[in-house]
């Protein structure tokens, strides 16, 4: 990845965690995940020892933090994130912007504990269990919820993705800026018959129209906002599509993170309908981790 690149997606990142409902963006209308995300949470903090220290790889606005420490309020909890994300409120979290996780900022044996909800898979993988190994204490847990190919977390925002790239679609655009009024018509009512319960599509549906009429230089102004608009949204969904495991390529893609660490366990964490929800990996730092 060139490092124009790295900078877009992290602006990117940074723009989604400023938006108060960035938490809950990647299982949008779904509470039976949420409660399922934070059983887990609740479960792995209670295998944890008193006052533990735990590191949270890919933190964002720290929702696996805060269900950690609302388990068990002895617990403390480190997040790092390599855009820039909001302060925690709460005194037992501490979050830090602009901290790759393949650069951790901690002296070696600093951690009790790993945790990360969907965002170590967004690393370079070798290079963070490198670094995770580095910074764990040798025996200590990692639990890690990593998005699965199949998921309905994954098909949701796969969706939101088509919705955008449709409005994205050179032939949209070409009609929008030309004010040709019949093919933005018949272009936005394909969207919307792909995608009937979407918000945002409702939305530019209904005001595209309007803004089709105005002047040539409106009409350029007015697409260039709406790209501005999206295109945080988008670079995080392609990631998100780029990043997710499917099941045929876990083992390949466990392989980094065994190297250094004890994978105990790869299972799937599921909704009480039985859908799938993400992959949970967990494991423990090795004694003697190989370089």
Known sequence: MQLHDRTRIREAWTAFWQDPASG???IRGAPDVTHALRSQWSSFAAQLGVRARILDL????GAAATAIVTARRDLEVTGVEFAMVPVSTEASIRLLSDTPMEQLPFAD????AAISQFGYEYGRTHKTA????R???PGARFSFIVHHAGS????????????????????MRAAFLAGNAFVLNARLASVQRAHPHDTLVAALAKHLPV???RSSQERDAAWSAVEEAMWPERTVLEALDACCVAPEELDGWLGPLRQFCAVTSASILCKPNGDTIAWCIEGMRLSEATS
Not at 58 to 61: P, Y
Not at 109 to 112: A, K, L
Not at 130 to 133: E, I, K, N, P, S
Not at 158 to 171: E, G, M
């Open 24 to 26: 809950q963006q990647c």
């Open 58 to 61: 890919g933190c964002g606005a």
């Open 109 to 112: 044996e600093s951690f009790d």
């Open 130 to 133: 490198r670094q995770l190994a």
């Open 135 to 137: 910074v764990l204490k």
């Open 152 to 171: 309905s977390v994954v098909a949701t925002n796969r969706a939101r993705l088509d919705a955008i790239r449709r409005f994205h679609a050179p032939d």
């Open 211 to 213: 803004r089709a009429t």
